[in-house]
């Protein structure tokens, strides 16, 4: 039996940052049923637009998995569990958002299997520079996280480099029109300001639980 070694790594993705959420969601005192339920809510959104995404931009064409409709679903999932539980919210929103670069890069490993997004930077074929690029945001916002009360300055620390990480690689595309921006850097702008108002969500929430 031949493995699908982009699904697996799709899956391994998957796996390992959502193991990586939840255990840094339990070290920052989210409550268990919070987790369990966040991370079932979360985890659904992003299969669904992760899936949904391509087909929806194919025209219907297309079947697989979107890295970034996978990114506007986590935040999805987050912005609704904010809402729902309201337990810890700075924490869970920067525990999800710390590991979300751990899945890209395990990803991209399945893209490098199976010949997608190819391009070029510095060289190397780009499906190797995203992965490595970002391991090392997980690790330096791992790192923040561990290191700093505040919890939201890692969170923050991994969405902005990711978007900027995300938007610039887009011009060693192979695809890539000169001179022009493409449609999935305009997604990472899109993507961009959704974070941006999960973390004013997420702030007016935990104000409010102060209260």
Known sequence: ????LYMLFILLALIAGT?????????????????????FMIVFCEVL??????????????F?????GAAAGLLTGIT?????????????????????????SVSKIGCMTSGCCGG????????????????????VSLVLFLCLKNKKV??????????????????????HQAGRISLN??????GAGMAIAVFVIGRKVYSNGEQ
């Not at 255990?23 to 991370?39: A, D, E, W």
């Not at 697989?64 to 970034?68: F, K, R, Y």
């Not at 969405?159 to 695809?175: A, K, N, T, W």
């Not at 850097?185 to 899109?190: E, K, P």
């Open 1 to 4: 039996m031949r493995i699908n």
């Open 19 to 39: 193991i990586c959420a939840v255990l840094l969601c339990r070290i920052s005192g989210v409550k268990k049923q919070t987790i369990l339920y966040s991370t």
């Open 49 to 62: 637009m992760a899936i949904w995404s391509v087909f929806i931009f194919s025209g219907g064409k297309q």
């Open 64 to 68: 697989g998995v979107s890295g970034l």
């Open 80 to 104: 609704v569990c904010i809402f729902i539980f309201r337990d810890h919210p700075a924490e869970l929103l920067s525990s999800w958002a710390v590991s979300a670069p751990l899945m890209y």
């Open 120 to 139: 070029r930077l510095f060289g190397f074929p780009i499906q190797q520079v995203e992965s490595v690029l970002f391991l090392i945001i997980f690790i």
């Open 154 to 175: 890692s969170a923050f620390v991994a969405m902005l480099m990711s978007f900027i990480v995300r938007f610039s690689v887009e011009f060693g595309r192979f695809d």
């Open 185 to 190: 850097q305009i997604l990472v702008l899109v």
